[in-house]
């Protein structure tokens, strides 16, 4: 999930998210990654203004959080419903709290590829936490298995 300032400096601060279907590594030096957001996302402009995400990664047991953010309409209420809550960091971007992976980026470029804007974003803190990750592959839901 892609995490961001609704509006900047509004009180009380408030995040918009987008479930990511395209996440990636791209450099490790500088550390780069990238994100593929579609021209129609309300997170588009929020992203453009920014100039900052986060990104969460979810544990598998968090499906209803990856749902909820892959709707354009999000509400307290319905985030209260599913107990999302968020850590602020001290740029002012908002982290989902009990996930296995958030990450805060810069971005450092953007390119419109057809109906996608690309993110470069420059990794400027990563925190990783124990648990398994939620996984969408050929459209469904999956949990990793063990190595035999």
């Given at each position: 999930?892609?995490?961001?300032?609704?509006a900047p400096k509004q009180a009380p601060p408030q995040a918009y998210g987008m479930t990511a279907n395209s996440f990636a590594s791209v450099s490790l030096d500088p550390f780069l990654t990238l994100v593929c957001v579609d021209q129609?996302?309300?997170?588009?402009?929020?992203?453009?203004?920014n100039r900052f995400f986060g990104v969460?990664?979810?544990?598998?047991h968090q499906q209803a959080i990856s749902v909820y953010f892959a709707q354009a309409d999000q509400t307290l209420e319905a985030e209260a419903e599913l107990n999302i809550r968020y850590r602020w960091t001290?740029?002012?971007i908002p982290l989902l709290e009990e996930t296995i992976a958030?990450?805060?980026c810069r971005v450092v470029?953007?390119?419109?590829?057809?109906?996608?804007?690309?993110?470069?974003g420059e990794v400027q803190s990563a925190d990783l936490f124990p648990g398994e990750p939620l996984i969408f592959f050929r459209s469904q839901y999956r949990q990793l298995a063990p190595l035999r």
């Open positions: 999930v892609v995490t961001v300032p609704r129609r996302s309300h997170l588009l402009p929020l992203l453009k203004q969460n990664v979810l544990k598998e001290e740029a002012g958030q990450i805060v470029a953007s390119y419109i590829a057809g109906d996608h804007t690309i993110f470069l």
